[in-house]
């Protein structure tokens, strides 16, 4: 037996834990975005807007103009300067990277934004991970958190036209677009599930979604009077109606290998510092490599293999068949 085939030098998880304890793809993300959070919190500056006209040609003491400005002083991240989404992203090809980026940051100067937005994605996400799995969810979600970063890069545009004070520079973040986007996913597999709106009043779940459509749409039209990213979270909504209604499933694109970096990382950084002689290598890469097709197979189901994985497992079996026989 080899050093790493101790319980105490293995930092893999085996097979088995993934299947009867998969990890919490939604639990991860929420983690992820309160870690961004705390890093934008960490290199905030402040923003001075334009005092309103004419004040100058008031006498104010020094206090009551401090107070007046502060409340024209907004509080931005340089983190929110290079990962928000922006109209003018569109023409940045380099920048595209923010259609994605934009959906894990929050606004600093206001901690509910983040609460509620995290929330909301563990009540409606924590249903809709367990019926679609882990690997699913995470795809999903990040594709409704993309779909909204590309209608946040285009609106200001077609904006612009419309009104031409409209800015193409200014930033969208924040969650709610895949937010939005499980609320509405949510309605269509459970419709009839009851929920309490606002911890009070008893409704259906598609009730409660088009009442959350509703309410942006009009948030749309001007009648909110907010800068929330209306345009955004109606994208979420037709990207999760979409997704159910016409069957979508990311199941093609396997993001098991990227679990498994950290793990394969700590492993190569071991052998590296010991160089220790170890006949058993080709037999625990093999079983490495079967763990992950073992994963895969819980999460995408058996039609997903490939046919080199297929002949890596048939090889496995027979090996620990012969084993067990000997």
Sequence with gaps: MGIYDRDYGRS???????IENPRSMLIILIVINVIVFVVQLLFTYDVQQELPAGIDAIELTASDRAAIEAQYTEKRSHIDDIFAVRGTSLVRPWLWFQTLTYGFLHNTGNIFHLVFNMFILYVFGKPIEQRLGGQEFLKTYLAAIIFGGIVAMLSPWILSTIIPAASIYSMTMGASGGVVAMIVIFACFFPHQELLFMFVFPMKAWVLACLVVLMDL???????GSATAFDVHLAGA???????????DFRWLDLTSLADIPGNLQQRSRRAKLKLHDPE???????READRILAKIHQSGESSLTSRERRTLERYSRRKRQSREN
């Design 12 to 18: 893999e998880r085996t097979p088995w834990d993934r």
């Design 218 to 224: 009009l948030g749309a039209a001007g009648l909110s």
């Design 238 to 248: 037709l990207f999760g109606f979409l997704y159910v209604k016409r069957g979508w």
């Design 281 to 287: 290598k080709k037999i625990r890469e093999e079983e």
